[in-house]
Antibody
Framework: QITLKESGPTLVRPTQTLTLTCTFS??????????VGWVRQSPGKALEWLAL???????RYSPSLKSRLSITKDTSKSQVVLTMTNMDPVDTATYFC???????????????WGQGILVTVSS | DIVMTQTPLSSPVTLGQPASISCRSS???????????LNWLQQRPGQPPRLLIY???KRFSGVPDRFSGSGAGTDFTLKISRVEAEDVGVYYC?????????FGQGTKVEIK
């Protein structure tokens, strides 16, 4: 059974750095063809893709947020960590982690998602 | 970035009737390998997104066969053959052909 769970602070002050951890089970990031990424959703809004890290340490970022984001993995702990610097109230959102897995050739799909964590940015 | 545009944004449907959602991409989703990586996700109220369809038309494990996907190039469609109460939620298209991944604005399916 594949599960992912997000953890981290639910309240962050403006200008602070947010650190979120995705802890997963049922698969390994040491296996080829697997990645874990982050997506956020502001209240009542659409999904926004943030970042993804693959089994081979290939990292991809949203161009608009790249300067503020960092994604890392700890394969032995089955964890992926996202840091976002200089938080602002507009960054208030539910943050989801999701697995992307290979569905054949160059096909990747976001097939399993965590429940999400609501992060509020406020002074 | 590839911009994904969904229509309609809201779709009131009678139980047992079909529903259809369109998704258009600002550029072709055909990958260098010749395939198009267009996905459909369902987000029920208060729940995380759930993968329904990948690679335009392939149903993910456990997805009922009343859900089907079609399309090519820049135009794609999700159809629900007979809407059930549990289908209420917001549906998103998502492209995984290139980075950054991008989503449509979402289409809210509700019961009339």
């Amino acid at each position: 059974q594949i599960t992912l769970k997000e953890s981290g602070p639910t309240l962050v002050r403006p200008t602070q750095t947010l650190t979120l951890t995705c802890t997963f089970s049922g698969f390994s990031l040491g296996t080829g063809g697997v990645g874990v990424g982050w997506v956020r959703q502001s209240p009542g809004k659409a999904l926004e893709w943030l970042a993804l890290i693959f089994w081979n340490d290939d990292r991809r970022y949203s161009p608009s947020l790249k300067s503020r984001l960092s994604i890392t993995k700890d394969t032995s702990k089955s964890q992926v960590v996202l840091t976002m610097t200089n938080m602002d109230p507009v960054d208030t959102a539910t943050y989801f982690c999701a697995r992307e897995s290979n569905c054949g050739g160059d096909c990747y799909s976001a097939d399993f998602w965590g429940q999400g964590i609501l992060v509020t940015v406020s002074s | 970035d590839i911009v994904m545009t969904q229509t309609p944004l809201s779709s009131p449907v009678t139980l047992g009737q079909p529903a259809s959602i369109s998704c258009r991409s600002s550029q072709s989703l055909v990958h260098t390998d010749g395939n198009s990586y267009l996905n459909w996700l369902q987000q029920r109220p208060g729940q995380p997104p759930r993968l329904l369809i990948y690679q335009i038309s392939k149903r993910f494990s456990g997805v009922p066969d009343r859900f089907s996907g079609s399309g090519a190039g820049t135009d794609f469609t999700l159809k629900i053959s007979r809407v059930e109460a549990e289908d209420v939620g917001v549906y998103y298209c998502m492209q995984t052909t290139q980075f950054p991944r991008t989503f449509g604005q979402g289409t809210k399916v509700e019961i009339k």
